[in-house]
């Protein structure tokens, strides 16, 4: 079995390890210079800044890779400062509840919120099929506040979208899947829970002591000489029973079957075959928002608040240019040099494109006006790092359903051609480790 992986991101190479380790002989071919796609850890100065991701969850999926890896030494947990998760309400820092015990004692939200709560399972469910937003869903089931103050912070964190345009039943299945399965939002989350303990105890949130980019270095120097850098795919054409990638530099490579593991928008790049033209631009229109990260060091006394937690969220509501800030240097050790702290902030996404796109001149002042008051900085940063993402996390906005049928019916159409990554089922790091083993697996059946 010849496969040919195109793109080195982490869902490229997830397949590629899963592939080679079935038997079959595997080809990366990535256009830029460097693995990873969006994991890029940068070190300067005694800093390490994570420029795009900023962490891993310990799913089974990455034990399985470092497993495979030389990286078992080199994971770190997240430390004891981090458990605690912060949101901005009425100007000021407010703690959020780490569950139910501390539910009634939150000012994260109103007695009305948490009434809210409590009566949810009560809730008459839905049972008609129709799509729906996920802002429509928790209005309908809880209240407006809830939205505001818990789901649109929730949300910029994880897709940097709007709940309003997010439909519940791909960008969040577990709350759809609970009122249509149990009735309830939270009895469905419940027994998810419950039924995912004594599977495969999850290890917390996890990274690495050269950050996350050792994960793809890790896997491209198990793979050695079968990924390939500087190998921009031009065609991807069918000749008979075989598939012939050619991509630039390179002779035109014979395979039996073809993986792409781009971002969405780079599939119309390949040179995939015309009769799929119409059906790759359901894919290749997915919006991607712009996000930028701009990582903050400071001297430890400079910055009154202990930090002592994960970081911050801004709702939407509280009309900050910050969508949320990591305390990096609470979370994980070694992000900054001694007597030094590192806040990584996220800017841009839905709720302000023009805010990813800018330059750190512009965005810095605003930034530093939303953290002073709320941290107590008294001083400007020592260390600045700006990384801009123009096209960053996929949306899975209403209709994303029509998203998914393309793809299928191109690999329906196309036998051999094959599609996973973040833009299809799931955007966090650990979904694309899992898509990527999946898919991997589904191509040594299939094939």
């Known amino acids: 079995m010849r496969v040919a992986v195109i793109g080195a991101g982490i869902t490229g190479l997830s397949a590629a390890i899963e592939l080679r380790d079935r038997g079959a002989q595997v080809t990366v071919l990535e256009a830029s210079d460097r693995v990873g796609g969006v994991i890029t850890t940068i070190r300067r100065d005694g800093w390490l800044v994570e420029a795009g991701p900023t962490s891993l969850t310990a799913t089974a999926a990455l034990e399985s890779l470092i497993d495979r890896t030389s990286l078992g030494a080199a ?28 539910l009634a004692s939150t000012d994260a939200i109103s007695a009305g919120a948490k009434f809210a709560l409590l009566r949810e399972p009560f809730v008459t469910p839905r049972r008609d099929d129709g799509e729906e937003s996920l802002a429509a869903l928790v209005r309908r089931r809880l209240n407006g506040e809830i939205l505001d103050y818990l789901v649109n912070p929730l949300i910029a964190g994880i897709y940097a979208g709007d709940p309003d345009r997010l439909s519940v ?36 949130i996890t990274s690495f002591t050269t950050g996350l980019g050792s994960l793809p270095d890790a896997i491209a120097s198990t793979l050695g000489a079968a990924v390939k850098t500087a190998a921009r795919v031009t065609r991807v054409e069918r000749v008979g029973s075989t598939w012939q990638v050619t991509a630039a530099g390179m002779p035109t490579i014979p395979v039996d079957a073809v993986l792409c593991a781009t971002p969405a928008y780079a599939l119309d790049s390949l040179g ?12 290749t229109r997915l919006p991607h928002p712009p996000v930028a990260t701009l990582a903050l060091g ?44 590192l806040i990584t902030c996220f800017l841009g996404g839905m709720r302000s494109p023009a805010d990813g796109r800018a330059d750190v001149a512009e965005v810095l002042p605003r930034v530093l006006a939303d953290l002073r008051p709320l941290l107590g900085i008294r001083r400007d940063p020592v260390f600045t790092n700006h990384q801009r993402w123009d096209r960053a996390i996929p949306q899975y906005e209403l209709g994303h359903g029509g998203v998914l049928t393309a793809a299928a019916n191109i690999e329906a159409a196309l036998p051999g051609l094959y599609f996973s990554g973040q833009w299809r089922h799931g955007v966090s790091l650990g979904d694309c480790l899992a898509q990527g083993q999946q898919a991997a697996a589904r191509i040594m059946a299939e094939r």
Not at 88 to 97: E, F, W, Y
Not at 272 to 283: D, K, M, R, W
């Open 272 to 283: 995939l075959p015309g009769e799929v033209s119409a059906a790759l631009g359901n894919i």
């Open 298 to 341: 400071f001297r430890r006394e400079d910055v009154e608040h202990p930090l002592d937690g994960f970081g911050v969220l801004m709702p939407a509501v509280e009309r900050r240019t910050v969508l949320g800030a990591l305390f990096s240097s609470s979370v994980f050790a070694g992000r900054a040099p001694d007597g030094h702290v």
């Open 169 to 204: 039943k791909y960008a969040m299945p577990m709350l759809h899947d609970g009122e249509r399965k149990h009735g309830s939002l939270i009895v469905g989350a419940m027994k998810e829970m419950k039924g995912k303990r004594g599977v495969v105890r999850q290890k917390g």
């Open 75 to 102: 994971r770190i947990a997240t430390q004891p400062a981090a458990k605690r998760r912060f949101i901005v309400r009425g100007g000021q820092l407010v703690a959020l509840p780490d569950g139910p015990g501390s």
